[in-house]
């Protein structure tokens, strides 16, 4: 097949996958598209009328797999420490970015920011790689007519890299749209792979300096998810694809495994145990049990409206707290410290009805004792209905409809909606079938 057949059949995959668990991209850039051809011309050219493109001959150990290059120390024997695979020795003349310009401009953009790398770690890694010295890279190929031809010498064509990083700049309107450029850029994240890094980290900021462009405020590198404690990979024929996983957990249940199971940052090891085991205790005995029991007791105590009354008591609190802790772990892009808050108060809220055991209070006929209590708990509800709809959107969507709220929890904007007192009297309540049905190894 050519290259663009291949392209297009992959691009059709990651789509695919990305509506499969729940992702609302608000645009998705190939760099095939007229508008990145046209992003990276300009880019080039800004950068080449720099001075900080020239022409040479490069000759090198290459890892097809990364398209980079490698010098001997970085290898495993002959093989790429990545993928196992081996190097090519490859020898060609290309125009070459003058990254060795920029290695003291780097290191005092991250002594000045030394946030824009994380986590932290990454970032120790960032400068030793700076400090060892920097190479000249190639940007270009003439052995191939499957790229960007550069603006100024079209028997070239831009090489992966400096062509594909361009992209974070062409969808927000480079070369096209300044004002809304200028609106977005510089980021606040980019979210990459840690084998990624060096690219991301030194490459692209250096690139963007060359261009007259701010670096992204942080690039963050996660690690791999493991299985088995080796990396996914199609030669080990050990990877997990989404859509298998979905058929057993749901979208739910898959998105709440990789972003409240699985810190973001270091390395995570999946097992199938693990999953089934989390999805049990979060989703089925805890969130999903808090739900259908609260909204059982208001259908036979109150008769299925939201009451009047609340007790305003130590749930306001704890929700409060849940909230502010949800937004200060978010911010730092600690997911799944922010939604164990969320669990918190989902615990506290189970710990609160053991302790106050409305149903003996109702056999007494304290009616109204009884409706303050679960007033304060379906409260607790329509917040974590709008807390955990990040991670679980469609069991928080229907929670929302169960307790007879307009709209959808993501549509509300935090953090007025988590505020305490907010839930209406009156309401239709549903209490529906179990949110998660537990689930059997």
Not at 75 to 94: F, R, W, Y
Not at 133 to 140: A, E, K, N, V, Y
Not at 365 to 373: D, L, N
Request: hydrophobic share 40%.
């Amino acid at each position: 097949v050519s290259p663009l057949e291949l392209a297009d059949g992959m691009s059709a995959r990651f789509r695919e996958a990305w509506q499969q668990i729940g992702i609302s991209n608000d645009d998705y850039i190939r760099t095939t598209e007229p508008r990145h051809y046209e992003a990276v011309r300009q880019f080039l050219q800004t950068v080449y009328d720099a001075g900080d493109i020239e022409l040479g001959t490069y000759e090198g150990l290459y890892c097809v797999p990364c398209e980079a290059y490698y010098t001997p120390d970085e290898l495993l024997g002959d093989n790429c420490a990545v993928h196992g695979k081996p190097v090519e020795h490859v020898s060609e003349e290309n125009y070459f970015f003058k990254l060795s310009r920029y290695e003291g401009r780097l290191l005092e953009h991250y002594a000045a920011h030394p946030a824009a790398v994380r986590p932290e770690t990454r970032l120790n890694e960032v400068l030793g790689f700076i400090k060892q010295g920097l190479r000249d890279f190639s940007i270009s190929r003439t052995s191939i007519t499957w790229g960007v031809p550069l603006p100024w010498d079209p028997a070239h064509v831009a090489y992966v890299w400096f062509d594909a990083l361009i992209n974070y700049c062409t969808s927000i309107g480079y070369g096209a749209d300044r004002a809304r450029f200028e609106r977005f850029w510089p980021v606040d994240y980019h979210l990459v792979g840690k084998d990624i890094l060096r690219f991301h980290a030194v490459y692209w900021p250096a690139m963007l300096m060359a261009a007259g462009e701010e670096p992204p405020k942080c690039v963050f590198a996660h690690g791999w998810l493991l299985v088995g404690g080796e990396k996914m990979s199609k030669t080990r024929l050990n990877q997990i694809a989404p859509a298998d996983l979905i058929a057993t957990f749901g979208v739910d249940g898959f998105r709440h495994h990789l972003l409240r199971d699985q810190a973001f940052g270091p390395d995570g090891d999946f097992s199938y145990e693990a999953m089934l085991a989390r999805y049990n205790a979060d989703l089925a005995n805890n969130f999903g049990n808090l739900a259908n029991r609260v909204l059982t007791m208001a259908s036979n105590y109150l008769g299925g409206i939201s009451p009047d009354t609340r007790e305003d008591g130590r749930l306001m609190e704890h929700a409060t707290k849940a909230a502010e802790e949800l937004d200060t772990a978010m911010a730092a892009l600690d997911f799944s410290g922010g939604f164990s808050a969320v669990w918190g108060l989902i615990h506290e809220t189970n710990a609160f009805i053991e302790d106050r055991r409305p149903w003996a209070l109702h056999k007494e006929g304290q009616t109204s004792e009884v409706a303050g209590i679960l007033g304060d708990c379906l409260e607790v509800l329509r917040i974590v209905a709008v807390l955990a709809s990040p991670l679980i959107p469609s069991a928080c969507a229907e929670l929302w409809r169960r307790l007879g709220l307009p709209g959808r929890p993501e549509e509300q904007r935090l953090p007025d909606v988590a505020r305490w007192g907010q839930m209406p009297a009156g309401l239709l309540l549903d209490r529906g079938a179990p949110l998660f049905p537990r689930l059997e190894s």
